[in-house]
């Protein structure tokens, strides 16, 4: 699994990764250098640097403070100077915010400052990102196996583990190490490669084993054509994380079973756990995801108390991020010996002994795999199952990766025959490219190492299915049938003066109520008097005979639009489930308009 998260520079930083030690910047990676050197057996390797923007700063070995504090701390250059412009602190920015708030408060004409204030708040500098944090952490029945086995298990999967983790890079650092140059980034050009900083662990918070590498992505790059270090660009990054998620599931699968001998079976979210590993045990150990889990059950519950229907995928995206935050405890050191009694004694407790889980895993034979023998359908299937409207080059290389057989390829086939896999569903009847082309021919010099150019976003080319296109296509064309009805016009008029409309208002009215056509649109800016316009709307539309009944995407816009419109409104996840009860009260059929 691949998790990516920004990381702020100075202090937020330190507070967000390293604060637990109180330490120095970095102490949380980096090895303590008080810490002797016994042979532990559990232990994590070394960090270390890697990277193409690396070998052009002159980094090897281990990761040490003197240089990886003042580069994530200001990109500062190891010898001297700055990669690009320095990072902004987050103590610099709030005073050149407020600074700015204070001129503007010395202007004299009223709305004049009000103006320069809101401007100050919208465009005031920001602390830098410094850096991405992108962990690659494999199941938990991995770091159990891990931590059961003898050291040549766990030097194994820790092999493993860093392998996937090189493949996951290197698919970013394809696909994704760009910077962005001219006015408001228009120009996306490439570099020398990504610098990163690789910090291993092997608990989490709560004291589980837990196998995991930050690798902490510096947000600067050697532009190739200039040799200028600017920031990356961070729509390439957030978007190949798919793909490079994916491909480490799977490598990390393809080196395990052919270290190992082991097997994997599926998990209903698409992922999947070493076959000997049974849910349980896996539960026992997952005490993070238990705490986030039940707080986001919690959450889940007061919104459908409050609202009376699910909470949306979205607001359950934003729940697991609040609870993520809410659980979140202070990182300790374990002893290496502390750690297995205790991770033991927890074992025991329900019923089962750790130390017998390699017997359960290694060598196993695998699993037959029944899922059919064409891959393409196979994919063509998930995709369809995804619920999702469009799809990039990297969504597709992830379903590749999910349906071919897992532990079949080795590492270096892997990659190639899942990239093999995506060419052939591009081309596949039910999937089709949704992307306009370019249509001004770039000269060479406008152009990136790949032939695309310079102004076009990397990976921008989306595909949809085919069938998702058909009910679009019905959409548009039910939009436009003529449903028979109207207000009158003296109905309308009423209206338009009723609520005193200027005259693109009025013209807006006329326009949604003269036509006949199913679907009607109004866009308009903020403030440009769209609800009044619909007050409108409704008021002829009512005394025309019509019920009206407002949809909008959440309860709290809808009771907005139930106020500011005067018309009842519901939130359209609400409506839809409650509309397929009998219990919801339909509005009686329309009568005939109203002289």
């Not at 052009?56 to 990886?68: C, K, M, N, P």
Request: aromatic fraction near 6%; glycine fraction near 10%; hydrophobic fraction near 40%.
């Amino acid at each position: 699994m691949l998790t990516v998260k920004k990381i702020l520079a100075g202090r937020g930083a330190v507070d967000y990764y390293l604060n637990q030690a109180r330490r120095g910047l970095a102490d949380y990676y980096l090895p303590d250098e008080r810490a002797g050197d016994g042979a532990a057996r559990l232990a994590a390797p070394g960090s270390s640097w890697w990277g193409g923007g690396v070998q052009v700063l002159d980094l090897s070995g281990d990761v040490e403070r003197a240089e990886f504090v003042p580069l994530y701390t200001k990109a500062a250059r190891p010898g001297g100077g700055y990669l690009g412009r320095r990072f902004r602190l987050p103590e610099e920015a709030a005073f050149a915010k407020a600074d700015a708030l204070r001129a503007a408060s010395e202007i004299t004409d009223a709305y004049e400052r009000w103006m320069a204030r809101h401007e100050i708040r919208r465009r005031a500098p920001r602390a830098s990102v410094a850096a991405w944090d992108c962990t690659f952490s494999p199941p938990k029945s991995v770091s159990l196996l891990w931590a059961a086995g003898d050291r040549r298990v766990q030097r194994q999967v820790w092999a493993a583990h860093l392998a996937a983790v090189d493949a996951g890079l290197g698919y970013l650092e394809q696909h994704a190490a760009y910077v962005r140059a001219g006015r408001n980034g228009v120009r996306v050009l490439d570099t020398s490669g990504l610098v990163v900083a690789r910090m291993n662990e092997w608990t989490s918070r709560d004291g589980d084993m837990h196998v995991h590498t930050h690798c902490l992505i510096l947000n600067r790059a050697e532009t190739i054509v200039d040799g200028k270090w600017r920031a990356l660009d961070g729509r390439a990054l957030l978007s190949a994380r798919t793909g490079a998620g994916a491909l480490y599931n799977r490598t990390l699968e393809a080196e395990l079973t052919r270290r190992l001998g082991v097997a994997w079976r599926d998990r209903p979210d698409g992922l999947r756990e070493l076959d000997g590993v049974d849910d349980g045990l896996i539960e026992v150990f997952s005490s993070r995801r238990r705490a986030i889990t039940a707080t986001v059950e919690q959450l889940a519950a007061a919104y459908r108390d409050k609202y009376g229907v699910d909470a949306p995928p979205a607001v359950l995206s934003a729940m697991g991020q609040a609870a993520w935050a809410k659980t979140r405890q202070r990182k300790r050191d374990l002893d290496p010996d502390e750690a297995l009694e205790r991770w033991e004694a927890t074992a025991r407790r329900r019923g089962r002994q750790l130390a017998r889980l390699p017997q359960q895993v290694l060598g196993r034979p695998a699993q037959p795999w029944a899922h059919g023998t064409d891959p393409l359908e196979r994919l063509v299937a998930r995709l369809s199952g995804s619920g999702r409207a469009t799809f990039t080059r990297h969504d597709l290389l992830r379903a590749a990766l999910d349906v071919l057989p897992p532990g079949a390829l080795d590492q270096t086939e892997l990659q190639a025959a899942a990239e093999q896999l995506v060419a052939r569903a591009v081309r596949h009847p039910q999937l089709v490219g949704v992307t306009a082309p370019d249509v001004i021919d770039a000269p060479a010099e406008l152009r990136r190492r790949d032939g695309s150019s310079v102004y076009e976003q990397p990976g921008r080319q989306r595909w949809a299915l085919a069938v998702t296109l058909d009910q679009e296509a019905w959409l548009l064309d039910v939009a436009v049938e003529p449903t028979g009805r109207t207000p009158g016009r003296d109905l309308v008029e009423a209206a338009i003066i009723e609520h005193d409309l200027g005259g693109d208002q009025a013209e807006a009215v006329r326009e949604l109520l003269g036509s006949s056509r199913r679907v009607g649109l109004l866009v308009g800016p903020a403030g440009a008097g769209k609800t009044r316009t619909l007050r409108a709307v409704v008021s002829a539309w009512q005394h025309g005979g019509g019920e009206v009944l407002g949809l909008i995407v959440s309860q709290a816009a809808a009771g907005v639009l139930a106020d500011e419109a005067h018309v009842r409104a519901e939130n359209t996840a609400k409506w839809l489930h409650e509309t397929r009860t009998p219990t919801w009260p339909t509005p009686p059929p329309p009568t005939a308009p109203r002289a």
